[in-house]
């Protein structure tokens, strides 16, 4: 098996930009998933294969991808962007994983 | 509209099984990976499963913890995913999601059926 790794926490005050890391060999060739997930709250798709952006999604949230690690960024964050953040992929074998999470707070 | 609704979370005791239902509704079940996900309270998301379509021959795969115990079916008459959970441990309560993958990953989520494992 293998992990993704994500910062713990990220704080940002309202209107800037907030940037969260995913680092793990296996992103270099496999896709990545972004989850954003509220309190009591089902997970929910926002960003997919590293870059895209779901039909809906507001447009402060974008994916980009660098070699080993890809990056969440949420631009102009408001304080409903307050949620824990979770990325996600697959490894050659067919099975997934995700990041142990990042907790954004808008100060 | 798409749901996804699980059902058949309780309590068990360890060594015990269980199996949950993931029904839905609103999009082609068939042609549809349903995944099941859990959650452990306050913890992250942990990645339990999948199961693939009948033109990828049903195929399955498991997390390392759950391999071996769990195993993942469907009825794509009933527009239904089940997850069998035997040999349960303490460490597998947790809130259980099954949701959908169609290429784009994971993009709707049923709400979740709890599990505990105690004694």
């Known amino acids: 098996s293998y992990e993704l790794t994500q910062p713990p926490s990220v704080s940002v005050s309202p209107g800037q930009t907030a940037r969260i890391t995913c680092s793990a060999d296996?992103?270099?060739?496999?896709?990545a998933y972004w989850y954003q997930q509220k309190p009591g709250q089902a997970p929910v798709l926002v960003i997919y294969?590293?870059?895209e952006r779901p039909s809906g999604m507001p447009e402060r949230f974008s994916g980009s991808s660098s070699g080993t690690t890809v990056t969440l960024s949420i631009s102009g964050v408001q304080a409903e962007d307050e949620a824990d953040y979770y990325c996600?992929?697959?490894?050659?074998?067919?099975?997934?994983?995700f990041g142990s999470g990042t907790k954004v707070t808008v100060l | 509209e798409v749901q996804l609704v699980e059902s058949g979370g309780g309590l068990v005791q360890p060594g015990g099984s269980l199996k949950l239902s993931c029904a839905t509704s609103?999009?082609?079940?068939?042609?549809?990976?349903i995944h099941w996900v859990r959650q452990a309270s306050g913890k992250g998301l942990e990645w339990v499963g999948r199961?693939?379509?009948?033109?990828?021959?049903?195929?399955?795969f498991y997390g390392a913890s759950v391999k071996g115990r769990f195993a993942i079916s469907r009825d794509d008459s009933k527009n239904t995913a089940y997850l069998q959970m035997n040999s349960l441990k303490t460490e597998d309560t947790a809130l259980y999601f099954c949701?959908?993958?169609?290429?784009?990953?994971?993009?709707?989520w049923g709400q979740g059926t709890t599990v505990t494992v105690s004694s």
């Open positions: 296996t992103l270099a060739k496999q896709y």
């Open positions: 199961i693939r379509t009948r033109a990828n021959t049903y195929a399955t």
């Open positions: 609103g999009f082609m079940f068939s042609a549809s990976e």
């Open positions: 294969k590293d870059t």
């Open positions: 996600q992929s697959a490894d050659s074998s067919g099975t997934y994983v």
């Open positions: 949701t959908r993958w169609i290429n784009d990953g994971m993009d709707v």
